[in-house]
């Protein structure tokens, strides 16, 4: 069983910059490609990036410029910075892990935007 663990989120204001961590369980982290989401309230959970197990990163349009992802394999975690941040990225945010067709996801960082 992996277990995803978030951290980083919080309160920042508008313009502001913020680092959210996904540490995962196990050995498999290096050969798993990995996702951000997020959600806010009355909204589908949405993809903001996705990295996969080569490298190679995608981004949502609404935050291309703004956020990276990274991996650290030695670490098993993924990155996102998130910077120029907006009222509008306040959500939950989910780390999500996926090998061999099957998901698992962490619990969440609440991500606040708000001067």
């Known amino acids: 069983q992996v277990q995803l663990v978030e951290s980083g989120g919080g309160l920042v204001q508008p313009g502001g910059s913020l680092r959210l961590s996904c540490a995962a369980s196990?050995?498999?982290?290096?050969?798993?490609?990995m996702g951000w989401y997020r959600q806010a309230p009355g909204n589908e959970r949405e993809l903001v990036a996705h990295?996969?197990?080569?490298?190679?990163?995608t981004y949502a349009d609404s935050v291309k410029g703004r956020f990276t992802i990274s991996r650290d394999n030695a670490k098993n975690t993924v990155y996102l910075q998130m910077n120029s941040l907006k009222p509008e990225d306040t959500a939950v945010y989910y780390c999500k892990l996926t090998i061999v067709l099957r998901d698992y996801w962490g619990q969440g960082t609440q991500v606040t935007v708000s001067s």
């Open positions: 990295i996969s197990r080569d490298g190679a990163t």
């Open positions: 196990g050995s498999i982290f290096r050969l798993a490609s």
